[in-house]
């Protein structure tokens, strides 16, 4: 999954608010994804300093003991100022964190800022750690793969979440071998997800605290120029079907109006099979004003390959993120051919 809206914020030179088209395809010094990616682990969990963008991003679906649903984001974004390694104040790393937290009635969220080099945010392979202040995600596997248990945390000035994370299933790749292609161009990210996290801890809200659990999805990606020119924003869906089946699928809207399209379809036993541009339409049902903006909140996702016809609508249609470049995130449910829920990105709507 690409974050495309907020790391212009953290690069040099203007910020394009609606998204990474304005860094152009020029990534001088940095590396640029190729196909046929090899990942090693527990190093690829870890920083790319020679890529020059890249994030930890973690959605969770959870339900209180009275059925009550709610949704989290957990965001460290990563960028380079120039492909150099140094310590301390000349590290070229830049963070920034965000922290979500939606309930039926409310959304809340976070953000930090912070450089990298002086110990206030980075990220460490082995043993797993990812960090921003005081917001963490640790791992607490013992044995197999660093991912395969998780703590969280994060807090904002109205909301904290403290969860643990425990992985069902194994990592999956997108695209060809986690080699993903976002435009027709061939611009493109190295992307993989772990799918299958079950979850249980406690949320903090204003009237108390909250027990839950649920299911989290990660996803890990980096890049140094993934978008062509013409591209102006971002839908992305992660779905969880009745039979344990997940599935991954975004848009990426060009300014006439077109969408290059992708996805993934994972089996309950993490058999995945990629689908390129045009095999998932995505079409906008109703929008909501939120933020002073047209927010397409419910949409209509159409897989033919895979007898797909749902239409999704959010758990709060106000989910949106006041961060330095605003965008919409939160939890979703969809009916129609199957049933399930899921979490929904969307950027670059002004």
Same mark, same amino acid.
Do not use: C
């Given at each position: 999954?690409?974050?495309?809206?907020?790391?212009? /914020?953290?690069?040099?030179?203007?910020?394009?608010?609606?998204?990474?088209?304005?860094?152009?395809?020029?990534?001088?010094?940095?590396?640029?994804?190729?196909?046929?990616?090899?990942?090693?682990?527990?190093?690829?969990?870890?920083?790319?300093?020679?890529?020059?963008?890249?994030?930890?991003? /973690?959605?969770?679906?959870?339900?209180?003991?009275?059925?009550?649903?709610?949704?989290?984001?957990?965001?460290?974004?990563?960028?380079?100022?120039?492909?150099?390694?140094?310590?301390?104040?000349?590290?070229?790393?830049?963070?920034?964190?965000?922290?979500?937290?939606?309930?039926?009635?409310?959304?809340?969220?976070?953000?930090?800022?912070?450089?990298?080099?002086?110990?206030?945010?980075?990220?460490?392979?082995?043993?797993?750690?990812?960090?921003?202040?005081?917001?963490?995600?640790?791992?607490?596997?013992?044995?197999?793969?660093? /991912?395969?248990?998780?703590? /969280?945390?994060?807090?904002?000035?109205?909301?904290?979440?403290?969860?643990?994370?425990?992985?069902?299933?194994?990592?999956?790749?997108?695209?060809?071998?986690?080699?993903?292609?976002?435009?027709?161009?061939?611009?493109?990210?190295?992307?993989?997800?772990?799918?299958?996290?079950?979850?249980?801890?406690?949320?903090?809200?204003?009237d108390g605290s909250v027990p839950v659990t649920g299911t989290a999805w990660l996803d890990r990606e980096w890049s140094s120029q993934p978008l062509s020119d013409d591209q102006a924003g971002w839908d992305w869906f992660s779905l969880q079907l009745p039979d344990g089946a997940r599935m991954m699928a975004f848009g990426l809207r060009d300014r006439q109006g077109g969408s290059f399209t992708s996805a993934t379809w994972i089996d309950a036993d993490g058999t995945t099979q990629s689908y390129g541009d045009g095999h998932v339409i995505l079409t906008p049902q109703a929008t909501t004003e939120v933020a002073g903006?047209?927010?397409?909140?419910?949409?209509?996702?159409?897989?033919?390959?895979?007898?797909?016809?749902?239409?999704?609508?959010?758990?709060?249609?106000?989910?949106?993120?006041?961060?330095?470049?605003?965008?919409?995130?939160?939890?979703?449910?969809?009916?129609?051919?199957?049933?399930?829920?899921?979490?929904?990105?969307?950027?670059?709507?002004?």
């Open positions: 999954m690409l974050r495309y809206l907020v790391i212009p /914020l953290l690069l040099a030179g203007p910020a394009h608010p609606q998204g990474f088209a304005g860094l152009g395809t020029d990534a001088p010094g940095f590396a640029v994804p190729a196909p046929d990616p090899t990942f090693t682990f527990p190093d690829d969990h870890g920083p790319h300093s020679d890529y020059r963008i890249e994030w930890w991003y /973690l959605t969770a679906t959870l339900q209180g003991a009275d059925g009550t649903r709610y949704g989290i984001q957990w965001t460290l974004f990563r960028s380079a100022l120039a492909p150099v390694e140094a310590d301390g104040w000349d590290a070229p790393q830049l963070f920034m964190g965000h922290a979500g937290l939606t309930t039926p009635a409310a959304h809340y969220s976070a953000e930090r800022l912070a450089r990298g080099g002086i110990g206030q945010a980075g990220v460490i392979a082995d043993p797993f750690r990812a960090f921003i202040d005081d917001w963490h995600m640790t791992s607490t596997a013992n044995g197999g793969d660093a /991912l395969d248990a998780l703590t /969280l945390t994060a807090r904002g000035a109205d909301f904290a979440y403290d969860l643990a994370l425990v992985a069902t299933g194994p990592i999956v790749f997108h695209g060809d071998g986690g080699y993903s292609v976002k435009s027709a161009e061939g611009q493109a990210s190295y992307y993989y997800s772990q799918p299958f996290y079950e979850v249980a801890g406690v949320l903090e809200l204003p903006r047209s927010i397409p909140t419910e949409w209509r996702l159409t897989f033919p390959e895979r007898e797909v016809d749902i239409v999704t609508t959010p758990l709060n249609a106000q989910s949106w993120m006041e961060a330095s470049f605003g965008y919409w995130e939160g939890p979703i449910a969809f009916t129609g051919s199957h049933q399930g829920i899921g979490y929904l990105e969307m950027t670059g709507y002004e």
